[in-house]
């Protein structure tokens, strides 16, 4: 740890990746594994620009690669029109259950059930593509069990609402 504050002192910005370069606590090398001076060497090697610094360190943070940008773009695209699409649903689904009841009157139970399956259509949407990708390290069970629970509603829905409008169920 000495040497960790020693970098510190010499006014480099110390991530978590550089502890372990370093041979901190929780690095694969179980010690020291560089000096200082290697340590300043390899911060210097990328560069002002390619220095990874912490928040607040008053330095420049690391460039994104075109790659990296790309894949970012990706991912917002791919949160926007999933939560659109999702929150459709919901929408969708809570008007079928509020407002097409009353005109619909010889069809309550049917509007009910379609606008109850849109809403957790809606529901697994927005956990399968949105939530999953915006908390990738979330426990998996929570992640399943809301996936499950919104899917098993949504496919009973349907079978339901098929009964219902074929007049199998009256």
């Not at 620009?49 to 928040?55: A, F, I």
């Not at 991912?75 to 969708?92: E, I, K, N, P, Y």
């Not at 097409?100 to 809403?119: E, H, K």
């Not at 629970?149 to 219902?164: F, K, M, N, Q, R």
Request: hydrophobic letters at 55%; a positive charge.
């Amino acid at each position: 740890m000495q040497k960790l504050d020693a970098v510190k002192a010499s006014g480099f910005g110390v991530t978590l990746g550089d502890m372990a370069a370093i041979g901190g606590p929780n690095s694969w090398g179980g010690g020291m594994a560089m000096d200082v001076a290697a340590a300043q060497k390899k911060a210097l090697a990328g560069g002002a620009s390619g220095l990874h610094v912490e928040r607040g360190s008053g330095g420049m943070a690391a460039p994104m690669s075109r790659h990296a940008r790309g894949l970012l773009r990706m991912l917002v695209l791919r949160v926007v029109l999933a939560t659109l699409w999702a929150g459709l649903l919901c929408v969708a689904g809570l008007w079928v259950m509020v407002d097409w009841t009353d005109r619909f009157p010889a069809y309550r139970w049917a509007c009910l059930i379609g606008g109850g399956t849109a809403l957790a259509m809606g529901q697994f949407v927005f956990a399968a593509l949105v939530a999953d990708r915006l908390f990738p390290r979330v426990n998996p069970w929570v992640s399943w069990s809301i996936q499950g629970v919104s899917g098993l509603v949504y496919v009973a829905g349907l079978v339901v609402l098929g009964l219902l409008l074929t007049g199998v169920i009256r």
